[in-house]
């Protein structure tokens, strides 16, 4: 356990995700917008929410796509140099060599560079491992930190003490989530993993008429090519069975059921993910559910649905407000080239 305790005060976090294709070169309208929120007199942490490197994480020395890896995380590591506060990276498909069968070379590779390049350990859960990993906060709030790629990954997956694992087994990682909950009673909670709980976007299976009739424009928004009819197999397929990055996946589905049935145990609790590159405010059954994928690149988001509260496909991130008084405020900010904070666009009282 990671215990960062201290009295109880206003503490604000970052939620910022899929930063993997922010610019090498020069600045990133989304980081320095970022970067302008902090303040050194305000307590807070930043969490980037998985996929920090595109198009396949950190690879091996050598490689053509490595000098342009590394670019990518001295950019993050430029935007948070006068910064701060606590910092955290969580760990997403593509950080996972795109979830091929190496990924897990991939993933410890990255927490290595990154554990070198800000001088403390930044990456968690560590050594690729399932979580969940538990830091205290302050005496009011705690973050748990989970693998969501780890239930998805083919190929190796660490587990267990021989790997520097704290869990065993897949049902250890439940009943170790349980426990903290347990533990953490009367405490704000925030969780997070890459993949979302709930979306109201593609990875949840929500498509629009274009994507049965240009269904390329799933991958790549300019791929006009129309296969009327049967181009609705490819959205019918990922909605029902999914790919294995779809909620809809077999892996996936169960590793989202036993989170479910954990939630509905313990109302109250904030999940945070990123993962859809949109940004997604959901609440059900006493929890809420923040989805902040546009930290570089966007794709469509439905603007309304039975338990969306928010929705919105503009590059940005979303800010959980803290208050000494327990009042919890949600907001959700994207660049605005006429304003260096960028614009508020939702703004929610959670609690």
């Known amino acids: 356990m990671h215990s960062e305790n201290k009295e109880a005060k206003t503490f604000e976090i970052f939620l910022i995700g899929d930063t993997g294709n922010v610019h090498r070169h020069g600045a990133d309208p989304v980081l320095e917008t970022l970067s302008s929120h902090f303040k050194k007199e305000q307590d807070s942490a930043v969490i980037f929410l998985g996929d920090n490197v595109y198009p396949r994480g950190l690879p091996p020395e050598g490689n053509i796509l490595r000098k342009d890896a ?76 989970i693998n969501t790629q780890w239930w998805l990954q083919p190929g190796f997956r660490p587990i267990g003490k021989d790997c520097g694992c704290g869990v065993e087994t897949e049902e ?63 959205p019918i397929y990922r ?66 649905g039975k338990n969306l509260k928010f929705g919105i496909k503009e590059k940005g991130f979303f800010k959980l407000r803290f208050e000494a008084d327990g009042k919890l405020n949600l907001s959700a900010w994207v660049i605005d080239q006429h304003a260096k904070m960028g614009k508020m666009v939702y703004e929610c009282l959670l609690v």
């Not at 990276?89 to 991939?106: A, C, E, T």
């Not at 990993?133 to 709030?141: W, Y």
């Not at 904030?270 to 006493?286: C, F, M, P, R, W």
Request: aromatic residues 12%; positive net charge; proline residues 5%.
């Open 70 to 145: 590394e670019n990518g995380l001295l950019a993050h590591k430029n935007a948070l140099k006068d910064y701060h506060g606590k910092i955290f990276f969580i760990s997403g498909n593509h950080d996972w060599n795109k979830g091929r069968p190496d990924g897990y070379d991939y993933v410890i590779r990255q927490e290595h560079y990154l554990e070198k390049l800000f001088s403390e350990k930044v990456m968690f859960p560590e050594n690729g491992c399932p979580g969940p990993t538990e830091i205290n906060i302050n005496p009011s709030l705690t973050l748990i930190l």
């Open 239 to 304: 909605k029902y069975f999914g790919a294995k990055e779809d909620i809809a996946h077999p892996r996936y589905r169960h590793l989202r059921r036993r989170l479910i049935d954990i939630f509905k145990s313990h109302p109250g609790i904030i999940y945070a993910s990123g993962h859809e590159h949109n940004l997604q405010h959901i609440a059900k059954d006493e929890s809420h559910y923040i989805v902040s994928g546009a930290g570089s690149k966007l794709k469509y988001v439905l603007r309304s």
């Open 172 to 234: 250890d990682f439940f009943n170790q989530l349980t426990t903290i909950l347990e533990n953490n009673y009367g405490k704000k909670i925030l969780i997070v993993g890459h993949a979302p709980v709930y979306s109201y976007a593609i990875h949840g299976g929500r498509y629009k008429l274009k994507h049965h009739l240009f269904p390329f424009t799933i991958y790549h928004k300019k791929a006009y090519v129309p296969l009327p009819l049967i181009g609705s197999l490819l």
